[in-house]
């Protein structure tokens, strides 16, 4: 029902920024909770942050706060991923992924609430 494709994932130094965009198509895009996650070689998925299907309401995990933004564009049917003060630590695969229905906080950062997923753009961020 949702399709999902990332990008805008590339190598920055470490204090720098950027932003990734996921895409998405389907016709009830603007009724999902988005969520972002990220994946380093050999580690666990962990959650990043998520926004609601509105954009008013927004979570992150206390690794990004105070550096990263999610928002939306539901008329573009576009989420973002604005990352600033970049470190090496946040090196991973980025996924954004789309729930239909809003939960709990705790169940929203879980990888397994989530219905549709990205294909996953790289994020690289250098000494």
């Known amino acids: 029902q949702v399709q999902l494709v990332e990008s805008g994932g590339g190598l920055v130094q470490a204090g720098g920024s950027l932003r990734l965009s996921c895409a998405a198509s389907g016709r009830t895009f603007s009724s999902y909770a988005m969520g972002w996650f990220r994946q380093a070689p050999g580690k666990e998925r962990e959650f990043v942050g998520v926004i609601n299907s509105s954009g008013g309401r927004t979570y992150y995990a206390d690794s990004v706060k105070g550096r990263f933004t999610i928002s939306r564009d539901n008329a573009k049917n576009t989420v973002y991923l604005q990352m600033n003060s970049l470190k090496p630590e946040d090196t991973a695969v980025y996924y954004c992924?789309?729930?239909?229905?809003?939960?709990?906080?705790?169940?929203?950062?879980?990888?397994?609430?989530?219905?549709?997923w990205g294909q996953g753009t790289q994020v690289t961020v250098s000494s």
């Open positions: 992924a789309a729930a239909n229905l809003w939960s709990t906080i705790t169940v929203m950062t879980s990888q397994f609430r989530y219905d549709y």
